[in-house]
């Protein structure tokens, strides 16, 4: 059974969210909360799996009581937020939220996050420990093995073109850093693009296809518009 944390101050959404989980799996076992507070008591004393949390709620909000979890415990938190919220999901994202899911919620869309980060964090606790001595490039979940010319997401090997690889190798070493496509492909292709840019865009296209949850919504290739593109710094 994997205990879920629901907690919204909103007690119709907490219920709406128990009913949608509990009928998609029978192995789901809801806990709730109704204030950041109780939400923060409720991870310190039971085996919580994943927390599920508003960010607007009485007492403490969701970013302060992600603040405390996130002092003791590395449970997944998938945050609840209002399309007017953008600035608090990049707090916090910073912060160490693994999600987040936007108001009005569709009941596909949430069973289908939560059973995502309930299988990523069991593939990270099964994740073995990296040889001594090889040489690995990471940014949050996504690592890189030179030697072997592997990358892995969320523990998980994803496999890519020597291209893509090069890409992703070149983004990750420097992430935070904006570079133009024609600066991407100087470096991987180590000549001028003279006009060829767009294909590091097509190859961009791919590598978001293959490391991205959701490809339209990218959170580790990130565009910045009329620069370029980033990785997202998640160390």
């Known amino acids: 059974m994997y205990k879920i944390l629901i907690c919204d101050d909103e007690k119709d959404i ?7 989980l509990v009928a998609d799996s029978k192995d ?13 008591e409720a991870v310190k004393e039971g085996q919580i799996d ?8 009485p007492e403490m ?14 449970v997944p938190v998938i945050l609840l937020t209002a399309k007017s919220e953008a600035e608090d999901k990049r707090m ?30 069991a593939r990270k606790q099964e994740t073995q420990p990296v040889p001594q001595g090889e040489n690995v ?30 890409i992703i190798k070149f983004l990750t070493e420097n992430a935070g850093t904006v570079f133009s496509p024609k600066e991407i492909y100087k470096q991987v292709w180590k000549t001028d693009p003279l006009g060829a840019e767009s ?8 590598l978001r296809e293959k490391i991205e949850i959701y490809p339209a919504q990218p959170r580790y290739i990130i565009s910045v518009f009329g620069y370029g593109y980033k990785m997202e710094k998640m160390d």
Not at 14 to 20: N, S
Not at 92 to 121: C, H, M, S, W
Request: charged residues 30%; contains cysteine.
């Open 28 to 40: 789901y076992e809801i806990v709730e909360a109704y204030n950041g507070r109780q939400a923060v």
């Open 92 to 121: 916090a994202f910073r912060l160490g939220i693994d999600d987040y899911i936007t108001k009005p919620f569709n009941k596909i869309e949430v069973a289908a996050r939560v059973e995502y980060q309930l299988r990523r964090n």
């Open 61 to 74: 909000d969701g970013i302060e009581a992600l603040c405390e979890i996130r002092e003791f415990s590395d």
């Open 199 to 206: 294909s590091v865009l097509v190859h961009i296209r791919h």
């Open 50 to 57: 994943l927390v599920i949390m508003d960010i607007m709620m």
């Open 137 to 166: 490039i990471s940014n949050g979940p996504v690592v890189i093995r030179d030697e072997s010319k592997t990358v892995e997401v969320d523990g998980k090997p994803v496999s890519l073109t020597p291209t893509e690889y090069s």
């Open 14 to 20: 907490v219920r709406a969210l128990r009913i949608y």
